[in-house]
């Protein structure tokens, strides 16, 4: 498939446990995203990457959140110590535009739920 | 950080009945999406508006961005079951933000 694919679909984790969700996105894409989604609330930014590079963090809840895009392909976000507040979908975006913002257009993937006992 | 409310939080319908579903700030933006999210899928862009007074069409759908861009409007004609699922506005200007979506559910 050409879209952006995630990994694990579903995650859970006992409380303190570490995680890291992968997203594979959409090939030449030179911008990724990392959104939080809990239930019944519309995504909230977490990250963006240009490239390898971590343009803006501003959105990441903790210094528990960790993301990065080594090669500037594929991403992971990494969780320390989850805690119950970190259940959530954890959706991730890529798009071929250099820009953070503005009118582009991101193309998301299904998500990796989340749930922390 | 600019703040979008979505009206109504929740919506269910007959298939057939038209229906409209709001996006509102209290600051200008620079552009707009609308998105619809599927259970267990991730947002897919219906469209984005970027003029003042802008109306684009697609299908069933009809967008319309606000004169002064600072709210929106989806209007769905002879809703479809086809059509259920969380509607999302994103807008903003330097940073993009969601709203928190109206959940429609469009009944046989």
Known sequence: ?117 | TQLLEQSPQFLSIQEGENLTVYCNSSSVFSSLQWYRQEPGEGPVLLVTVVTGGEVKKLKRLTFQFGDARKDSSLHITAAQPGDTGLYLCRGGSEKLVFGKGTKLTVNP
């Open chain 1, 1 to 117: 498939g050409a879209g952006v694919s995630q990994s694990p679909r579903y995650k859970v984790a006992k409380r303190g446990q570490d995680v890291a969700l992968r997203c594979d996105p959409i090939s030449g894409h030179v911008s990724l995203f990392w959104y939080q989604q809990a239930l019944g609330q519309g995504p909230e930014f977490l990250t963006y990457f240009q490239n390898e590079a971590q343009l803006d963090k501003s959105g990441l809840p903790s210094d528990r959140f960790f993301a990065e895009r080594p090669e500037g392909s594929v991403s992971t976000l990494k969780i320390q110590r989850t805690q119950q507040e970190d259940s959530a979908v954890y959706l991730c975006a890529s798009s071929p535009s250099r820009t953070s913002g503005r009118v582009y257009t991101q193309y998301f993937g299904p998500g990796t739920r989340l749930t922390v006992l």
